[in-house]
């Protein structure tokens, strides 16, 4: 997969003219702006679940970090007692 990635990555000026030659060959003048507006959609929506993701699982860990934190905070204050104690 990362293999197919690199090598879409070298694609040349000629090459990527050849490309978009092809489709435009394939698809005529009315469809490549549909096909666009269609692949624009796509990443959208696929950016938006995504970010729904991150946000669904930052909320469901935020209690957890909360806990923790009062742990943490907890832990200090008896290892500042214990020092203080010395």
Known sequence: MDFLFVLFLNLGGGEVVLILLVILL????????????????????????ANGIQKDVM?????????????????????DTLSDNK
């Open 26 to 49: 394939m698809f005529g003048g009315k469809g490549v702006p549909n096909i666009a507006k269609a692949l624009g959609k796509g990443i959208r929506e696929f950016k938006d679940a």
């Open 59 to 79: 909320q469901s860990t935020g209690g957890i970090t909360n806990t923790i934190q009062e742990h943490i905070q907890e832990v200090k204050k008896e290892v």
